[in-house]
């Protein structure tokens, strides 16, 4: 009888799933979404290093067992919606970049707290379903020129790269200079070097969770010549959501500001972009685009991305977003929504291991490797831009250089928008235009005025 019922359930997922239409078995696709979740359950340790109370923000974040907690339900919630729904073998969890911005442009640079920032990705999210299950997302995707979402992948590249130099004490400050090379005689500066060298090896090798395997044994290397405590344990369970569920929702009414506006439309244009280079191109790799090269249900892909951000701001995150990690698990074979499931499924044993992810979130030095390689990994797209046209490499290069060297995406994103239409008016290409660029020149001139204000 037991069997009988396997069988059936087999079979149902089978059906629910297409695994065997797409090729693949059930064993493939859980092998498949165990390597996604090594590839990037980084994000367990360094979003609560970016946001939480007991990293980067200090008195000004999330309280840091709230944030490991809501990164793990929202990659759990968000991963599922994509599996289920969606049924791609694509995961979610809060993004990289937009981490930093949420926390070093809105909270720490235009001085927004946490909960009216967490507002602000709720709104964004609201916006992006609106976006995703309508025609205006292919519009919007026409309008904003290919050149210039390069940049910005790129921009936030260099500018989380920049973070995690600083962090680990390989770049810092100086009066003369505004930066220099840091103390390489410092232990926590060496034990960040050992971090980013053995990541990069493992990352060369090919190997799906270098970022990962960087991590731990950075920390193992920390724990051993004391530059890094011992966790307090190994499981515990989950805590910390009563001081974050919900706030988004209750201070939507301090959302609706000209800054917020800014910051609701910055969230929106990295989310959007991002999570529609990230759908086609793990789509793509997975050989699931149709004969035109158009992704099957992407207003469903589109809109479980939304979701996911939207459930993640109520619990209390940053923006959750489609990771360009799931390559991996496709990699290994990955083809249908089984694999996504599989992933969630990791995320909701994680959830009980807070004592091991906050000693790892509480060392900068064993983080900011994974800050590096990420930035490494995002700034790829450089070599995409079309560097010998002005009309295109200018806007791009402002976009980029902006963001680390004003410690704002925001003003990169603004400043590279405000640059494209100038300089195709000026090589006579002002048909090329499209609307919505002239609307986001005038929107970001408003920004910068409000900036001087």
Known sequence: MATDVLTRTRGRLDKYFGVSQNGSTMRREVMAGTVTFLAMSYILAVNPAILGDEGALGDKGIPMQAVFTATAVAALFGTLVMGLWARYPIALAPGMGLNAFFAFSVVLGMGIPWQVALSGTFLSGVIFFVLAVTKVREKILNAIPLQLKLAVGAGIGMFVAFLGLKNAGIVTSSE????????????????????????????????????????????????????????????????????????????????????????????????????????????????????????????????????????????????????????????????TGLTAVTTAGWFLLAMFCYPIFAVVA????????????????????????????????????????????????????????????VVMVARGRIKEIHPAMWALLVIFLGYFFFLAE
Do not use: C
């Not at 900068?364 to 831009?385: D, F, K, Q």
């Open 362 to 421: 509480g060392s900068p030095e064993v983080t900011s490797p994974a800050l590096i390689v990420v930035g490494i990994l995002m700034a790829r797209s450089l070599g995409e831009i079309d560097w010998n046209r002005l009309e295109y490499s200018v806007p791009a290069f402002i976009t980029i250089v902006m963001m680390p060297l004003t410690y704002s995406i925001a003003n990169g994103l603004a400043m590279g928008m405000i640059f494209y239409p």
């Open 176 to 335: 003369a200079t505004f930066v220099k090379l840091g103390d390489f005689t410092a232990g926590t500066t060496l034990l960040a070097l050992f971090g980013l060298l053995v990541t990069v090896v493992f990352l060369v090798k090919g190997w799906h969770g270098a970022v990962l395997y960087g991590i731990v044994l950075t920390a193992g290397l920390g724990i051993v010549t004391g530059l890094v405590e011992l966790p307090s344990g190994v499981a515990a369970l989950p805590r910390g959501l009563d001081e974050t569920f919900g706030q988004a929702i209750i201070h939507l009414p301090d959302a609706f500001t000209a800054q917020m506006a800014v910051v609701v439309l910055t969230m929106l244009f990295v989310d959007f972009f991002d999570a529609s280079g990230t759908l086609i191109g793990v789509a793509n790799q997975a050989r699931l685009l149709d004969m035109d090269g158009k992704l099957p249900r992407a207003a469903s892909a589109f809109a479980a991305d939304s979701v996911g951000t939207m459930a993640g701001a109520v619990i209390g995150t940053s923006t959750t977003t489609a990771y360009v990690e799931s390559t991996a698990g496709v990699s290994a074979g990955g083809r």
